[in-house]
Every structure is written in structure tokens, then in C-alpha cells.
């Protein structure tokens, strides 16, 4: 079983950091997102943290039981995993945050005039 976790944990992280690798290149364009791609990737994200308590629940019942000193190694690394999972998580829901901001349905929902005083005073590129 602690193979399983270490798989789902590792890859988990793996992709954790790609997905925000991915949402930092689209920052500078966020309007080429829409809401409902946003509101998932925040749903998907909360999600992943709800797993990194249920991980680390199952991680410090290990911890408490006896363990080899190889299962004691890879319990503790699985235990640091878990944490940068859950900071590169929280990274990517700051991150979607912002960019829900400027998603297309808020683009078209602002005037002309809104858009192009932002243009002006380059809040947005071209």
C-alpha cells in the first residue's frame, strides 16, 4: 500500500507543478480562458488538496505503527512530498484566482471605453 500512496503522491506533485508551470505561461493572457475552465481548474485544485490531508492522515498512522527503516525513509520523504504538493496546490489556486479575473466572458462584459483606459494605461497588452 505504500507504494500505491508514493505513486499518487509523486505524480501528484509531478503534475502539480506542471499545471502551474502552465497557468504562469498564460498569465500574461488570461482572456483566452473562460469562467468554466477557471471554476474547474479551481474545483480539480481544491480537490487535490483535500487528498493531501487524506494522504497525510495515512502517512501518520504509518508513522505510528512499526515500520522498517526503509518504509520509515519512504514514509518521511512521502511526507515532504505531500507538503510542496500542498504549497504548489495553493500556488495554483492564487494564481487561477487572478486569472479569473481576466477571463473573455469579464473582457466583453467591460465597455470600449473600459478596455481601452486599461489599454492606455497598460494594464493589458495588445
Known sequence: MLAVIAGLT???????RAQHASLL??????HVLDDATVARLQ?????????CDVYDEQLQRWRAGRLTAAQTLEVDRLVQVTSEARTVHTQILAVADELAQGTIERQLAKS????GLEYVLGRHRP
Do not use: M, N, Y
Open 25 to 30: 505561461a498564460v498569465r500574461p493572457k488570461a
Open 10 to 16: 509523486d505524480g501528484g506533485l509531478r503534475d502539480a
Open 43 to 51: 474545483r480539480v485544485t481544491a480537490d487535490s488538496l483535500d487528498w
Open 112 to 115: 470600449d471605453i473600459e478596455l
